[in-house]
């Protein structure tokens, strides 16, 4: 059977669920796949490539449909954003990955496509849309990443929901 770039997707997805970032590698994925890592490159470039892969399949869920076309912009963002943030959150190693990926390419990781449509909306010229933007995903990730590494330390994070909350309300106000 030939090895497919979704098979590598789905196997490299299943690893990063299962154990996290940390063993993820392209031998590992090679060995789980049961080909050698070699073969793998047919289909993706490097481990910058599927880890960008997996960033966007962390946040295709992430929908402008479920938003109240009368809300607000600035509701519209919040909501989006926190949407975001729980996608992220639900993957393990998830801020890192997207870290990587946004990181790569700023501009077409979701959402920030959405975010600036939501920003120029509210009458922010482009140049300031985009900032605004990758703000508020940057935050995200910031917010996210430190509560995973207080989590796989076995610290508290009862409180990062809240702090995320009150940060996201200033840097929309």
């Known amino acids: 059977m030939a090895l497919s770039r979704d098979q590598i997707v789905d196997a490299a997805w299943g690893i990063l669920q299962s154990y996290g970032l940390g063993d993820l590698s392209m031998r590992r994925l090679a060995k789980d796949l049961g080909v050698q890592p070699g073969a793998l490159y047919w289909h993706v ?14 946040v295709a869920p992430l929908s402008t449909e479920a938003l109240d076309d009368a809300a607000p912009p600035r509701d519209r963002a919040a909501h989006l954003t926190r949407e975001f943030r729980s996608l992220i959150l639900a993957v ?36 300031e849309a985009k900032y605004t933007a990758l703000t508020l995903v940057r935050f995200t990730l910031g917010s996210v990443s430190t509560e995973q590494t207080r989590e796989a330390m076995g610290l508290d994070t009862s409180s990062s929901e809240a702090e995320f ?9």
Not at 45 to 58: D, I
Not at 111 to 125: F, I, M, Y
Not at 165 to 173: D, F, H, I, M, Q
């Open 45 to 58: 470039a490097n481990k910058q490539e599927l880890l960008g892969v997996l960033a966007q399949r962390m």
């Open 92 to 127: 393990r190693d998830g801020a890192e990955v997207v870290s990587v990926a946004h990181s790569i390419n700023p501009e077409s990781l979701s959402p920030v496509p959405e975010l600036v449509a939501l920003s120029t909306e509210s009458g922010s010229p482009q140049g």
């Open 165 to 173: 909350t009150a940060g996201l309300e200033r840097l929309l106000s």
